[in-house]
């Protein structure tokens, strides 16, 4: 039971009325995230093909107003499916995970969560949880507006 303080599970969810494809398209635009995302400043591919397991990029995410530089690693790309990245920052590893489910013809749910693990902190008491989930919402809430404009 004690476990459950070094770990952190975050969750939000939106439903978007397009196509799976184009939401899909969307959210793996990397290059195009700033155009359209409110919540990321920059994003680019550091090394390896886009998309493929293990590949790295680097983005900026406005985080209670204050830009924070993530670089991060592909762990899981299932077109058009899941999208997932990890990385570890003082002795923090988040990961975060996509996934995109139609629910009918042009309906679909995109889910975004997030798990923070440590080995040594107590990240469940500490964790800034509101400035992520606002984070979140922002980032589903311009995947949506972007998503539905290509419809």
Do not use: H
Not at 46 to 62: A, H, K, P, Q, Y
Not at 95 to 113: A, G
């Amino acid at each position: 039971m004690i476990r459950s303080i070094f770990e952190l599970s975050l969750k939000e969810e939106i439903t978007i009325r397009s196509s799976v494809e184009d939401v899909w398209d969307t959210l793996t635009s990397l290059d195009s995230w700033p155009a359209w995302n409110e919540v990321c400043r920059k994003a680019s591919w550091v090394s390896g093909d886009t998309w493929t397991i293990g590949s790295v990029f680097s983005m900026e995410l406005i985080l209670a107003g204050v830009a924070i530089p993530f670089t991060v690693a592909v762990n899981k790309y299932e077109k058009p499916k899941e999208l997932s990245w990890s990385s570890t920052f003082l002795g923090i590893t988040g990961t975060r995970e996509f996934k995109v489910e139609r629910l009918n013809r042009n309906i679909v749910q995109v889910t975004d969560s997030k798990i923070f693990t440590s080995s040594f902190l107590p990240i469940k008491l500490f964790y800034p949880r509101p400035v992520i989930n606002q984070m979140s919402r922002g980032w589903l809430n311009s995947l949506k507006t972007r998503s539905e404009l290509k419809d």
